[in-house]
C-alpha cells in the first residue's frame, strides 16, 4: 500500500554499506556534485569525521582511518574525485561476497551406514584373508549393527548385519553367525544419545 507523502525503505535505493544510514549517503552524493576538487576535499573531511563519531569503539583498530576512506570510496561507487588520504584501490573488494564452497555431493547406497563403513566396505574387498581382516571385520560388523539401532532402519538383528555384509562387500566377507559374537549393546544408550544430538539442534 502507497500513502502520498510517506517514503519507505522498500521503495529506496538499496544501500551497500546500510550501517552508516541514509543521511551519509545523501551527505556523500552532494560532495560527488560539488564542482571544483577543493570543495569536494573539504566536504569528504567532514563526513569522515562523521563517520569517526558513528563508531567510536572501532579507534582502537590499526586500520581503522584507512577503512573509514575505504568505506567512503565505496558509498560514493568511486565517483568521488579527491585526493584520498590512503589506497582505496583495493576497497572494491571489502563487499565482494566470497565464492560459495562447494559441498562434495557422494553419492551413498545406504545413508544409515555413511560414507565411512562404505570406504571400510571397499577396503575388505582387497584385504587379503587373515587375523587384520578379521578384526576389520568384526569392528564394521558392530559398528552397522549400532548404526541400525540408532536410525531404526527395518531389522537390525544379527543376520541384516550379515546380508548386508555380504552384499556391500560384493561377498567377499561372510560372516558366520554360529561363530560370531557381536559387541553387547545397551539400546536405552543409543536412544539417549540420539535425544541429546535432537536437543542440541
Known sequence: MNIEGLDYNTQREHL???EYGREIYSMIKYAVGLPTKEERQQCAESIIRIMDRMFPENRSNDMYKQKLWD????????????????????????????EPIEYPMTHIKVKHYGKMLFKIFDTLKTMEPGP???????????????NLLQWSHGSCDDEKVASDLAKFTDGVIQLDLDTFKFDKVNEKDLVSSQDKKKKKK
Open 16 to 18: 551497500r554499506m546500510p
Open 71 to 98: 568505506h567512503l570510496a565505496i558509498m560514493s561507487d568511486f565517483k568521488l574525485d579527491i585526493d584520498y588520504p590512503y589506497d582505496v584501490s583495493e576497497a572494491a573488494k571489502i563487499n565482494t561476497k566470497p
Open 132 to 146: 587384520e581382516r578379521d578384526r576389520l571385520t568384526a569392528f564394521t560388523a558392530n559398528q552397522m549393527k549400532i
